[in-house]
């Protein structure tokens, strides 16, 4: 995959190795009826400049809420109660709102699940692009706004563009409506995109489609995706790096070799165990996670995973396992890691006392 | 594996439970002007006892339209449906009372499924009721029974759905269908509204109940996999057709119908290794409109190989090889 770095040439960007997006302990909570939901818990995770990386979770795990406290974009109810994000050294957090429009879609792009609802269903698709450039390009003539637009609609592969930009979000599949956000998304050239489950609505075959797009466009201009999914195959497809969530905290971090080589957490494992492959011997059973995710307006104290894991020990259900880091760079949060854990019962007995753990979580 | 359970024509089939002929379903599409939405155009297939037949294809290739059309949620527009040999195509609404006890159907979406003002023990307990012939001793007996079947308890019995996660929702829903322990159950995309870690759950519940009950499935998703693992046979559908069918897992390891042969390559790999080296590339385009279907072959606006003959002639499903059923000019 070190396609995805040849664009990338230390000496344009001072800095080095500087992380694009950097989120350090970020806390996030909702406040409704039902009293405070602890949707984010502390996450930490970085995007690499070209890289992709991988955000894995089931609904409920904080890994929208991630990206959209970062960008600024929750929900009334919601609020950042800790932590710093930042962005090419900028801190998102503080950052005046005038400055902040102007990160989000010219530097940072999105795209959603649901294209139909992040497309104004009365304004013509092609009109819908040249707004992003309007807004932020304002150097820009109608006539090159225009010419952009065709360009943009077609790089996201929109057959005969100049007939389609008049048309309206109705008018098209849901595949061609992602391909709108797409050109949208991709029109100031940002230097990172999140991706949050942009091809969870779509059938196979124009999630295949889509994917591909993405992936050839990230190689050609050299952005960082967050691609935010619950579907392990499409991460296994797209991302170098995983960060797996799970109750509003980060489980697992890895490079995507090695996590599908060898899962260093137990819920990784589940996750990766629990769905068939195409090959799977039929007359075995499926081994699924027993028990349903956390109720986030009571989180529990200990790890969350706890209740539904195999190898948790008392130790698990009553203290926050710190996040253990290897000295690849691989990190886990899991007590089974740490160097005083049984050999007995424990998957990681043949590396445990290895890893560093965290000191803020102790 | 190696079963003889489905057989696109049904001539030496052995106990046949369901038997689909010819299913058509043709409504006329929104906005009128007399054009007509051709969304099942002529499935035959039979299902065995304790069998489980997967039909998968993309959003609108007709899954559930054939499902619905066989419980007669639809009325189809052509063709017949046998169960246990009789014909329920034109069986009046009155009289399908007796049909439903045979056969249920398990829904997607758990959320809308489920009557939002009843609670569990009233939305289980109604199959019973709408059949007549269960006291309410028994009738909350056999609720009691089949709740903790499916891994509810006695406490969820007077909650409402909204009280309920996503996977306990589908449990009542499983409830609900197998309360009469019925000998067919539809499922349409039963788990595609679910968590990854829940979604085995419910498809462990579903194998564990056929094995016990010797129930049969009419299995209808879009995770290839998961159809797979779940299926005896599989049937691919393409706009409303019936592409091609296979008992066993021929289809997977030598599919014959190039739309096939697409679908699987467009499945994300689940190992990075092996997916950088992957360079098939899955199907181009977009399903055509079904108001006007292509004439010939209705896939040839995608196929690669599409031939002069595929653009003007239908191709018909015919055996390719002993129970692997295609329909495609080019095998």
């Known amino acids: 995959m070190t396609m995805q770095y040849k664009n990338y040439d230390v000496s344009h960007n001072p800095g080095g190795d500087e992380p694009l997006l950097t989120i350090r302990n970020l806390r996030t909570s909702f406040f409704t009826g039902a009293g405070e939901i ?17 955000v894995v979770g089931e609904s409920g795990s904080g890994k929208s809420v991630t990206f959209l406290s970062a960008l600024r974009l929750l929900a009334p109810a919601g609020r950042v109660m800790g932590g710093e994000i930042r962005f090419q050294g900028r801190d998102l957090l503080n950052m005046r709102l005038k400055e902040m429009r102007e990160v989000r879609g010219a530097r940072i792009a999105m795209i959603f699940q649901d294209p139909l609802s992040s497309l104004n269903p009365l304004i013509p698709i092609g009109k819908q692009v040249d707004e992003m450039l309007w807004a932020h390009e304002k150097n820009l003539t109608a006539r090159q706004r225009k010419d952009k637009t065709l360009e943009l609609l077609t790089k996201a ?21 992602q391909r709108v956000m797409i050109a949208m998304a991709l029109a100031c050239k940002p230097d990172l995109l999140v991706a949050d489950e942009p091809t969870t609505a779509l059938d196979v075959s124009i999630q295949n489609q889509i994917l591909r797009l993405i992936k050839s466009l990230q190689s050609e201009m050299g952005m960082g995706v967050a691609f935010i999914t619950h579907d392990l195959g499409v991460i296994a497809q797209m991302c170098t790096r995983v960060s797996v969530l799970y109750g509003g905290l980060v ?33 075995i059973r499926l081994s699924p996670i027993p028990g349903s995710p956390p109720d986030m307006s009571a989180p529990p ?27 690849d760079g691989r990190q886990s949060r899991c007590w089974l890691h740490s160097h005083d854990a049984p050999a007995f019962d424990n998957p990681y007995r043949d590396i445990r006392g290895t890893a560093v753990p965290d000191e803020e979580a102790l | 594996m190696r079963s003889e359970s489905t057989r696109a024509n049904a001539k030496e089939s052995d106990a046949p439970l369901l038997q689909v002929r010819g299913l058509t379903h043709h409504f006329p599409a ?22 489980t037949l997967g039909l998968v294809g993309e959003s609108g290739c007709g899954k559930s339209t054939c499902a619905r059309c066989i419980v007669r949620i639809l ?24 049909v439903r006890r045979k056969m249920q159907m398990v829904f997607q979406d758990p959320y809308t499924a489920l009557n939002a003002r009843m609670t569990v023990r009233d939305i289980v307990a109604e199959p019973l009721r709408a059949q007549r012939s269960y006291s309410s001793g028994e009738t909350r007996e056999m609720v009691g029974e089949m709740l903790s079947r499916v891994g509810l308890t006695r406490e969820h019995e007077n909650r409402y759905a909204h009280e309920l996660s996503g996977g306990q929702r589908q449990r009542v829903g499983i409830a609900r269908a197998l309360i009469l322990k019925p000998a067919l159950v539809l499922c349409d995309e039963p788990i595609s509204a679910l968590d990854v870690s829940i979604q085995a759950q419910v498809i462990n519940l579903l194998r564990d109940f056929q094995q016990e009950l010797g129930l049969a499935y009419l299995f209808i998703a879009h995770d290839l996999s998961m159809v797979r693992y779940v299926s005896d046979s599989v049937g691919v559908m393409y706009m409303g057709e019936l592409v091609e069918l296979s008992d066993g897992g021929d289809l997977y390891t030598r ?22 080296e992957n360079t098939a590339r ?21 196929c690669p190989r599409a031939a002069a003959r595929c653009k003007s002639e239908p191709p018909l499903l015919k055996e390719a090889a002993p129970g692997h059923w295609t329909a495609c000019h080019l095998v």
């Open chain 2, 30 to 51: 929104r906005g009128g002007r007399h054009r007509i939405v051709h969304a099942l155009e002529n499935v035959s297939f039979t299902l065995t006892h304790g069998r």
């Open chain 1, 157 to 177: 592969h929109i057959p005969e563009a100049e007939r389609r930009y008049g048309s309206y979000p109705h008018e098209f599949s849901g595949g061609m409506r």
């Open chain 1, 251 to 283: 489980m697992e971090d890895a490079a995507a070799d090695d996590l599908f080589d060898r899962p260093l957490h137990p819920y990784t494992e589940g996750l990766l165990t629990s769905m068939p492959s195409l090959m799977q011997d039929r007359s």
């Open chain 2, 255 to 276: 599919p014959l119908h190039p739309y096939t042969q697409g679908l699987l390559e467009s499945i994300p790999i689940p190992n990075p290794r092996v997916a950088r």
């Open chain 2, 282 to 302: 899955g199907l181009t385009g977009d399903i055509a409109s079904p108001i006007d279907p292509p004439p010939g072959c209705r896939f040839h606006t995608r």
């Open chain 2, 75 to 98: 009325n189809p527009s052509a063709g017949q449906v046998l169960l246990d040999g009789q014909d329920i195509t034109h069986i009046p609404q009155k009289r399908l009372l007796p």
């Open chain 1, 301 to 327: 104290s200990g790890c969350p995973f706890a209740p539904r894991c195999a190898h948790a020990r008392n130790i698990c259900v009553s203290q926050m396992p710190p996040t253990y880091t290897y000295a």
């Open chain 1, 38 to 54: 602890a949707a984010v818990r502390g996450v930490s995770l970085t995007v690499r400049r070209g890289e992709c990386l991988g």
